[in-house]
């Protein structure tokens, strides 16, 4: 066995490959940045820019948000999702794209990168936030009952 | 956040970007036709 295949067979023993983004639930909250609403993360001041990939960067060693991080979190149920919007009081919740280096845990994923997949408002969001930040992030929200149901626009 | 025990590590790259293409940005129509002169 040459060193690349033995190479090879280590990297498959010590994680696995796929070419398909892991999709996780995750919360946010809405930011008005320059009367812009934008997504931000709930422990850190990171803004997710629209069609641009969340990157996950090391923290520096005199960073003043100094916190347990090691990429973007999700989670993998409904129910795990409900206990991040109460205990952190989101204003957004949703599902997320993961991919790059994921870390899989017992209850949900760290990643390298991540993309917002659907929109799920708290039931107190303004309507109109909700359609700015469709358009801005390309994709599409839906109010679920498990975060309030909100205001409907037809 | 606790997500429990880690269990692995998985390694995506993916064939397909999940991030949504940019809708074009639509030029504004102008208008060809000679405006209807009034007295």
């Known amino acids: 066995m040459n060193l690349l295949s033995q190479l090879r067979s280590r990297l498959r023993r010590d994680s696995d490959f796929r070419s398909e983004s892991i999709v996780g639930l995750r919360g946010w909250r809405v930011v008005l940045v320059e009367c812009k609403p934008l997504l931000c993360s709930l422990t850190l001041p990171f803004f997710w820019m629209g069609h641009e990939a969340a990157k996950f960067r090391e923290l520096e060693p005199d960073d003043i948000f100094q916190c347990d991080n090691r990429g973007f979190h999700a989670v993998k149920t409904i129910d795990d999702a409900v206990k991040v919007f109460k205990s952190y009081r989101c204003s957004m919740m949703g599902e997320v794209w993961l991919w790059g280096r994921v870390d899989e845990y017992e209850y949900g994923y760290m990643a390298e990168f991540a993309y917002p997949k659907t929109l799920w408002p708290a039931g107190t969001m303004d309507p109109l936030v909700v359609m700015e930040l469709e358009e801005y992030y390309g994709i599409s929200a839906d109010w679920k009952s498990e975060f309030g149901e909100g205001s409907r626009v037809s | ?39």
């Open chain 2, 1 to 39: 956040m606790d997500l429990g025990k880690k269990l692995r590590r998985i390694r995506i790259q993916p064939a397909t970007t999940p991030i949504p293409k940019k809708e074009p940005v639509r030029e504004p129509v102008v208008p060809t036709e000679e405006p209807v002169k009034t007295r």
